[in-house]
């Protein structure tokens, strides 16, 4: 017995729209109306670009949590800064 094509194309479609729906929001608020927080951006973007470069020749894996505190302790020895909200977890 032969289906159709058209009615696979049809159970296939609901599925779809369910992953259209499911991405991440455009806008800066979500769902529950809260803000986005904007991540900090670095202050030099060349001087950090050549850390993540440096990081990159001298681990193997790049990024990790390792590769990326030397990149910023590079970047921060040379001068450079952070701007935007500090998100560090406060300390009770």
């Not at 779809?16 to 800066?28: S, Y």
């Not at 001087?47 to 020749?57: D, E």
């Not at 790049?62 to 040379?78: G, L, M, V």
Request: positive net charge; glycine residues 6%; aromatic residues 8%.
């Amino acid at each position: 017995m032969v289906t159709s094509g058209v009615s696979q194309v049809r159970s296939i479609q609901p599925v779809l729209r369910l992953r259209d729906k499911q991405e991440q929001p455009t806008h800066q608020a979500t769902k529950r109306g809260k803000r986005k927080v904007s991540s900090p951006k670095p202050t030099k973007p060349a001087l950090w670009s050549r850390a993540k470069s440096l990081a990159k020749q001298k681990f193997d894996v790049y990024p990790s949590a390792y590769a990326n505190a030397w990149a910023a302790k590079w970047y921060k020895s040379k001068g450079g800064g952070w701007s935007g909200k500090d998100n560090r977890v406060k300390k009770a």
